[in-house]
């Protein structure tokens, strides 16, 4: 069955980096999209990025573009989100989700929790 | 970039009732670009419908929807207890995915 599972999530101050990872079993990872989408606390769903199943091509939400970085590793069936200079805005549970029936979202990891706060 | 804005905010109903939630976009969308999701406290979304009135895989039949243009409507026959969440249509448009406020379905 499709497993996705986040890591990376931590605590951190405005102006740090961190690098989330998401790890994919169940499926033939290297044939499909994928993208993040994140949820702040107590609010709604918000598509951050998205990356070809070849890492050819990568689409930011306007809020993200040129802070965040989308990134995959095939050979290890792990999905990368480089998030750089965060601020509070960026506080929220981070969720990676498998692409389906386009442009559709059909699996989705548990999250992790990624909390900017001085 | 196209804004979805999803009626009621809150729907209070009782098991058994017909639920009936709203989805209206900015512009034009394509029906093939609409998808409803079902998320529970601390759950992961899950998806409901794509293609505006397709089922995913395993989701029962009481869900549906339907829909074109600018307005879409996912109706859930008869809620059961499992049914009580909120509830999210997505549309994509221009490399971009976007996302309605959603919509609570609580029990009344």
Known sequence: ?118 | EIVLTQSPGTLSLSPGERATLSCRASQSVSSTYLAWYQQKPGQAPRLLIYGASSRATGIPDRFSGSGSGTDFTLTISRLESEDFAVYYCQQYGSSQWTFGQGTKVEIK
């Open chain 1, 1 to 118: 069955q499709v497993q996705l599972v986040e890591s990376g999530g931590d605590m951190v101050q405005p102006g740090e980096s961190l690098r989330l990872s998401c790890a994919a079993s169940g499926f033939t990872f290297n044939t499909y999209g994928m993208h993040w989408v994140r949820q702040a606390p107590g609010r709604g769903l918000e598509w951050v990025a998205f990356i070809y199943y070849d890492g050819g091509n990568k689409y930011y939400a306007d809020s993200v573009k040129g802070q965040f970085t989308i990134s995959r590793d095939n050979s290890r069936n792990t999905l990368y989100l480089q998030m750089n200079s965060l601020t509070a805005e960026d506080t929220a549970v981070y969720y990676c989700a498998k692409a389906g029936r386009w442009p559709s979202f059909d699996y989705w990891g548990q999250g992790t929790l990624v909390t900017v706060s001085s």
